[in-house]
Each structure stands twice: as structure tokens, then as C-alpha cells.
């Protein structure tokens, strides 16, 4: 499964649009973009995943380019609950693709 | 829907004791399930991927004869550490995906709540 490059951490103020970037240069074309996130001490939760056309579910939106090498996932009005890790994966959809966890952003909410 | 639990969420117990940890998928089922550890501060990493009534697959690094991984129903896969040790206390986690039908998107991983397991 192609590798995906995520900033580390980042802030965002309470009530405002966080949008978190990815890079997955390697991408193939089978390959689906996934992303969860992770509040401190529970198991990962499911946000959205795409393939090649931007998709939107309560949660978020994905936003991915046109050539599929980056994506982006919009909180629209995040909250202080929204605090977490979020990672950003790239997997096939075969019986066989499991999910590979990076380093993922650490996204900070602020009052 | 798409809820996975985990069963203790956290225990503790003596060095050279066996824990068994439940998974189970709530409202779907689940022909694949995957056992995934994370240490404070890192990622998670995989550990080992189960299918319904076959042995499961370990990831290289991971012994097999000591993380004992059952998956017995499309509903349940259970994880036991035997003859634990202190460098065995960890977040240990569990995610199930959705067969097909309906009901959760195909093929998307959902995750338990992970169960904290300590060593002493």
C-alpha cells in the first residue's frame, strides 16, 4: 500500500474549518483513501474514505485532487471534541489490504 | 450501526498469566478482523489478521505462539497473550471490516475501543 505524508501536528481555532492535508504521491489506481482519527486513549473512528471524486457524510469532507496524489479532510466547524489524531491511509480494496498507521496529524482545537 | 466492542477494556495481571481479549462485531459481521498493539506516543501497529475459520496471519516480528488469535464465528475473534510479561502491557486493539451486504460500507475497517492491558 502506498505511504501517505501527514504535518504532524496543527491548531485550529474553535468553531473554524480544519483542514487537514495528505500527501500520497505513490497512489495507485485501486488504492482508496481512507481517513480515521484517534481521541486519546480509544480506538481509532471510521471518518470517510474516496476514491477519485471528493466526498462529503456528517462527519467531514474529502476533498482529493485530480491526479490523486493529495487529499484533504475538512471539519467544517470543528469543536473541542474534534481534538484527536488524525490519520490519513492509503489501502487497496482487496480481501487482502489491511490498514498501515502512520505518524498522522495532531490536531489541537483551541477556545 | 458498524460497532465493535472489546472485552475487558482494561486488565492487569501478573507476569507468567495468560489474558484473553473478546472482539466482537455488533451489527454486522466480519470475515476478516485484525489485532492491532500501540505503545504510548506511537502509532498503531498490526499484529495479526484473522479470517473466519482459518489460522491467522502474523505480522513479521509478531510470535505466533504467544499471541493466540481465535476466529471462531464472522461475530468474534478473541486474542490471548500468554505467559505475559511486563513488556507485554500495551493498548491493544481490535477492528473488524464489514462483509458484503448490507448494512456498513464493504471493506471499511471499524475499530474497537481498545483494551489497556498491564503486566506487573
Known amino acids: 500500500d502506498a505511504k501517505t505524508t501527514q504535518p504532524p501536528s496543527m491548531d485550529c481555532a474553535e468553531g473554524r474549518a480544519a483542514n487537514l492535508p495528505c500527501n500520497h504521491s505513490t497512489i495507485s489506481g485501486n488504492e482508496y483513501v481512507y481517513w480515521y482519527r484517534q481521541i486519546h486513549s480509544q480506538g481509532p473512528q471510521y471518518i470517510i474514505h474516496g476514491l477519485k471524486n471528493n466526498e462529503t457524510n456528517e462527519m467531514a469532507s474529502l476533498i482529493i485532487t485530480e491526479d490523486r496524489k493529495s487529499s484533504t479532510l475538512i471539519l467544517p466547524h470543528a469543536t473541542l471534541r474534534d481534538t484527536a489524531v488524525y490519520y490519513c491511509i492509503v489501502r487497496g480494496n482487496n480481501a487482502g489490504n489491511m490498514l498501515t498507521f502512520g505518524g498522522g496529524t495532531r490536531l489541537m482545537v483551541k477556545p | 450501526g458498524a460497532v465493535v466492542s472489546q472485552h475487558p477494556s482494561r486488565v492487569i495481571c501478573k507476569s507468567g498469566t495468560s489474558v484473553k481479549i473478546e472482539c466482537r462485531s455488533l451489527?454486522?459481521?466480519?470475515?476478516?478482523m485484525f489485532w492491532y498493539r500501540q505503545f504510548p506516543k506511537q502509532s498503531l501497529m498490526l499484529m495479526a489478521t484473522s479470517n473466519e475459520g482459518s489460522k491467522a496471519t502474523y505480522e513479521q516480528g509478531v510470535e505466533k505462539d504467544k499471541f493466540l488469535i481465535n476466529h471462531a464465528s464472522l461475530t468474534l475473534s478473541t486474542l490471548t497473550v500468554t505467559s505475559a510479561h511486563p513488556e507485554d502491557s500495551s493498548f491493544y486493539i481490535c477492528?473488524?471490516?464489514?462483509?458484503?451486504?448490507?448494512?456498513?460500507?464493504?471493506?471499511?475497517?471499524?475499530f474497537g475501543p481498545g483494551t489497556r492491558l498491564t503486566v506487573l
Open positions: 477492528s473488524a471490516r464489514a462483509s458484503g451486504g448490507r448494512g456498513p460500507s464493504t471493506d471499511t475497517q471499524y
Open positions: 451489527d454486522f459481521q466480519a470475515t476478516t
